[in-house]
C-alpha cells in the first residue's frame, strides 16, 4: 500500500443547514470565486469554507477558481487548506449578487448611474448613489482612478479659466462634474465600512482622506460639505491624518474641521472627546493671555455646533 498524501482530505459527509450550504455553493462556483476574489486571499491552492458559524464548524474545500474538493466535518483538520471567515464571506457572497443583479438590469444599472453621475448634479437620487456602492464594494479599485481623472479634469478647466473667459458648457462642465466627484467620494467612503466586512485591498488612510476630501477644492458649498460628511462617515478610521490636517493652512484645516464636526453629529458619544481635539488644535498664533478666553469661547462654540 502507498502512502496516502497529507493534502488529499477524505471526505465526510454533511446533513441540514450545512448540506444546503454546500450545495448552493457548488452549484455556483462562479459566485464563490468572485467572492473569494473580494477577500484578496494569498496565492493558495485550496479554501476551506465555514458551512456554520460554530466556533468549529464543518467545512467545504475548494479550489482557488470555487471548484469543489471536498467536505470536512465539524472540528476536523482541513489540512494546508486556508481558511475564510464565514461573516466575511457572506458579506462578499452579498455584495456579488448585488453586482449580479445590478447588471442584469435592462437598461443596465451601471451604466444608468454613471451617466447619470456625470449629468444629474445635484439631483443624482438614492437608487443611483446605491449602485455606485456596489460597484465600489465589489470593485474597489474602479472608483479611485475616475475620481483621480474627474480632479484632474476640473483642475485643467480651473487652469484653462486663469487666462480666457471660460464658455457656459465649462462653467457646466465644472458644475456637474464637481458634483459627481462629491458623490463619488460619499460612494467610496460608505464602500469602505462594508468592506471592513471582507477585508480584500484597501487604500491607505492619507490616500482616503485625500480622495473623499476632493470635492471641496473647487469651493463650492455643496460638494464641501458632502466631503466632510464623507469624511465624518469614516470618523475613526482617519482620526490620525484628519488630527494632522488641523495643524495646516488654509482648505485642509477648514475641512478637517468640518469633518470632525460632522463625526460629531453621527456619533453623540463621541462629542466630548472631538471638542477637545478641536480644542487642542488651535493654531498656534493664538498667544498670550487672550489664548485663555479664545480656548473657552472655541470650545463653547465647537459644543453649540455638536447638539
Do not use: N
Not at 494546508?80 to 442584469?104: C, I, N, P, S, T
Not at 475620481?147 to 471660460?166: F, H, V, W, Y
Not at 471641496?216 to 482620526?239: C, H, K, Q, T
Amino acid at each position: 500500500m502507498g502512502t496516502r498524501r497529507p493534502d488529499l482530505l477524505p471526505f465526510e459527509p454533511l446533513a441540514g443547514a450545512p448540506l444546503q450550504r454546500a450545495l448552493r455553493l457548488y452549484q455556483d462556483a462562479e459566485l464563490l470565486r468572485f467572492a473569494l476574489d473580494r477577500l484578496a486571499l494569498s496565492d493558495v491552492e485550496r479554501v476551506a469554507i465555514p458551512l456554520t458559524a460554530d466556533a468549529a464548524p464543518p467545512h467545504l474545500v475548494v479550489g482557488r477558481d470555487g471548484a469543489f474538493v471536498t467536505c470536512v466535518g465539524s472540528g476536523r483538520d482541513t489540512g494546508a487548506a486556508q481558511r475564510v471567515d464565514f461573516a466575511g464571506l457572506e458579506a462578499a457572497m452579498r455584495d456579488v449578487e448585488a453586482w449580479r443583479a445590478l447588471m442584469a438590469e435592462e437598461p443596465s444599472g451601471l451604466p444608468r448611474a454613471l451617466e447619470r453621475l456625470f449629468s444629474a448634479g445635484q439631483w443624482f437620487d438614492r437608487r443611483d448613489f446605491e449602485d455606485l456602492v456596489v460597484c465600489a464594494s465589489v470593485l474597489p479599485e474602479a472608483l479611485p482612478p475616475l475620481m483621480a481623472a474627474t480632479a484632474l479634469s476640473l483642475r485643467q478647466i480651473e487652469k484653462d479659466a486663469r487666462t480666457r473667459m471660460p464658455r457656459k458648457d465649462d462653467l457646466v462642465s465644472y458644475w456637474r462634474d464637481t458634483w459627481a466627484l462629491s458623490h463619488l467620494g460619499l460612494a467610496l467612503a460608505e464602500a469602505t465600512i462594508r468592506l471592513e466586512a471582507c477585508p480584500g485591498p484597501s487604500l491607505k488612510p492619507r490616500e482616503l482622506a485625500t480622495l473623499v476630501g476632493t470635492p471641496a477644492d473647487g469651493g463650492l458649498f455643496g460638494p464641501m460639505v458632502r466631503a466632510a460628511w464623507s469624511l465624518g462617515r469614516l470618523g475613526e478610521r482617519l482620526r490620525g491624518v484628519q488630527a494632522e490636517a488641523l495643524g495646516a493652512a488654509g482648505m485642509p484645516r477648514v475641512l478637517a474641521a468640518l469633518g470632525f464636526l460632522m463625526w460629531g453629529l453621527r456619533e453623540p458619544e463621541r462629542r466630548g472627546e472631538i471638542v477637545d481635539l478641536l480644542v487642542a488644535r488651535l493654531p498656534v498664533a493664538v498667544r498670550g493671555r487672550a489664548r485663555g478666553p479664545v480656548v473657552r469661547y472655541h470650545a463653547a462654540l465647537v459644543s453649540e455646533l455638536l447638539e
